[in-house]
């Protein structure tokens, strides 16, 4: 089928979907939501059967759902409506949520349904939730209208209308959710409440609040049973994140975005209230912290669970110490865990674009990175593998790529390309760790088209070696099996030696140092360099200012001549242009 994927912006959800339909086959192009002008003109060139809308921040206009089957993936259960669904759930603590498709007509969210997926919640964030069970259920949910879509054509299928569809728990219409609605009372919430709030707000838009008499949006929560205190009251900190305390325990805060900033630009806590923070007393944590090691048999587990999957100078360099520390134990194999939702997303942009000179933050945070890569490249003494258990962007994909092996979720989403950051070149000795899995010329093409791609299409083409149909406790499970089957395999011995004497043969066709001094200097190019693409795409990154167009290696129709009698009056050429290297 000719499918338009028409979505706010190209997100997680979107590129899954993206990713699903083309496997099976469909025609697929993306239009971003930007103008309705914009939509009824991608809707001219690409004269699709179905449009599938899987983010969407405004309603599709009457001129487009009227002529065309337009399937909207909703996050909620049936009979829910608004924009604020799955905010909603997660703070009123639901145990079953659901994804509805549903046909796109005059009343948001209203239309007949095509399928209603649900699932169990968890206790996580929105965005995690979102990325996991909402991205899951949608895919579902997606596959099984458009196998409707045949008999609707034909006339032997309709959709059911809302009221009349048959379900054992039935949603609501309910508002956009105020901060009001989300604020935290620190003099009366318990623990439980108040990680709800936050996990219901996270990534965004935070929760509104207050610290050191400041205002600002708090993200990224976690409980802890080991402190008290007085409730509301900043006890202390443990690396970049404050503990306060609740009514009957106490929340770690490790995100905040400052008020008078910008609430969506978020930075470590106690490096956006830093002369604050230096005040705190250091304390330890009770719960894990970002870098966590543990062995089980003769295999050692290093996770690393940094928050959106950003890496700064600092987090790379105390995983490297961490690195560094595990291969010096007696294990056999070392199974570098990333975090349970997100692998790495390389350098942390947020943190470049705080520092006082950006260009030398992007050059000390890269030159970290490429040293954590080098020192999985050149461990000689054990096997290691790089397990994807979330998705992985630009230069933290190429650093899974430093193992020896790379196992993912069949769910997980890779981008290994680092163009779409206003062009930059990457590092993480890509040119040395691509080529060798895809070859040369699927190496230059991959960092070209600069596109998603699925677990399972790597695993097809030699860039990961291998990837499981598992819901996340069962992946970590088998993970651990098949750990520890490696350190106990009969040729364990013969893989390790072989290792070994590829490294040392690639070593000495071209030392690692000359990849990594060639990689470096195109990006000091991006970095200091005449073109000041990368800092435009990376400001327009982390500030989220939409799209002023379709990325055109997305928009497949745009490559098409517009039908004659169709022709909008509107040009592309008047739109503006990408300062993101588009
Ligand atoms: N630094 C800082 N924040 C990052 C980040 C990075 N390298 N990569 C992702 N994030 C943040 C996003 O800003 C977003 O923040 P939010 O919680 O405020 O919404 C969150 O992580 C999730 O990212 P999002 O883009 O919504 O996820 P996605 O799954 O839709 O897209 C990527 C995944 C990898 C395509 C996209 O995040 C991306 O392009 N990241 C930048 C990769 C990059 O260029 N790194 C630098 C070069 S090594």
Known sequence: MRILLLTHSFNSLSQRLWLELKACGHEVSVELDIADSVAEEAVALWQPEVIVAPFLKRAIPASIWSRHVCLIVHPGIVGDRGPSSLDWAIQQGVAEWGVTVLQANAVMDGGDIWSAQTFAMRDAKKSSIYRGEVADAAVRGVLEALAHYPDYIGGTWTPTPSNEFETAVRGTERPFIKQAQRAIDWQHDDTATVLRKLNAADGCPGVKDMLFGQPCHLFDARADTGYRGAAGEVLGRCGDALLRATTDGAVWIGHVGRLEHDPAFKLPAAVAFAPESAQLPELERAVPGEIRYEEHGSVGFLHFDFYNGAMSTGQCLRLREAYINAVKQPTRVLVLMGGEDFWSNGIHLNRIEAADSPADESMRNIEAMDDLALEILRTTGKLTVAVMQGNAGAGGCFLALAADQVWARQAVVLNPHYKNMGNLYGSEYWTYLLPAR????????????????????????????????????????????????????????????????????????????????????????????????????????????????????????????LPVGERMTKRLNQRQVSPGGY
Do not use: W
């Open 438 to 561: 895809v070859g040369k010329e699927r190496a230059q093409a991959i960092m070209q088209n600069r596109l998603p791609i699925p677990a399972a299409g790597a695993v097809q083409e030699g860039l990961i070696d291998a990837c499981f149909d598992d819901a996340p406790t069962d992946f970590r499970a088998r993970v651990k099996r098949m750990a520890l089957e490696l350190a106990t395999a009969p040729d364990y011995g013969r893989r390790l030696a072989d290792k070994c004497a590829r490294r040392a043969c690639d070593e000495a066709r071209k030392p690692l140092a000359n990849y990594r001094a060639e990689e470096l200097g195109e990006m000091r190019r991006n970095f200091y360099g005449f073109d000041p693409s990368y800092h435009y795409a990376r400001h327009h990154f982390v500030y989220k200012i939409p799209h002023a167009f379709t990325p055109r290696h997305l928009a497949v129709h745009r490559e098409l001549p």
